[in-house]
């Protein structure tokens, strides 16, 4: 009697983009590395796709024709949880915080490299999957700040009992930074935790998720006392904030 072989379930992935001769290239190279990709050229369709099928992961052209990128992915994030990695000729520090403020967890300039593309969301997609692991193996995991609760096995969180809207991106950096309450975390140590990369210097994002999480968690986003910037080095969450 043989073996019966295990049956290996592929990521899919979903590229929006209307550049046919593009996302066909871009298509093949992501499945000869074993993701089941499929591409929509139709804005007009994209939303219900991401909503009936739910990929794994999303790439989005911002400029397309029709409706925009961005709007797709903001519009998208109200029922979608997963990965989302927009792309776009402009590469401007102004254009990635708006991408990542819709809700994007990356942002690639159109000429790069199909390769760094697939780093890019394989690096997403192992947080998501980290993300999976810790909800089975730490079902307890569960913080309280005062008004402040958070809780990694139900990915949420709640200030005064009414529940704060958080993209998974943003869940993943406040689970990161309150877990490690009164200890400093360097970008680079951000970075490695939550994307699999190295820190370049320049990537924007954690201070764009910082910037946005500060006021959905009762702090002031001027004169920060929960989530402090520590000049040169990083963020401090503060466990025992003084009202």
Known sequence: MGYKAETVVKKRILIVDDDVEYASHLRDYLSSNEYDVEVETETSTALSRIR???PDLILIEVDLRGESGLTICKLSRKDFSGG???MSHRTDELDQVLGLDMGADDYVARKTSPRLILARCQAILRRADRATMAELTHSDDRLEFGDLVIDNTMR???LDRNPIDLTSAEFD???LLSSHAG???TREQIFSQLRGIEYDGQD??????VSRIRPKVGDDPIHPRRIKTVRSKGYLFVGDVKH
């Open 156 to 158: 949420e969180a709640w």
């Open 84 to 86: 989302i990695v927009l």
């Open 183 to 185: 200890e400093v975390l």
């Open 173 to 175: 950096l406040l689970w």
């Open 204 to 209: 924007r994002s954690v201070d764009v998720r």
């Open 52 to 54: 009936d099928e739910k």
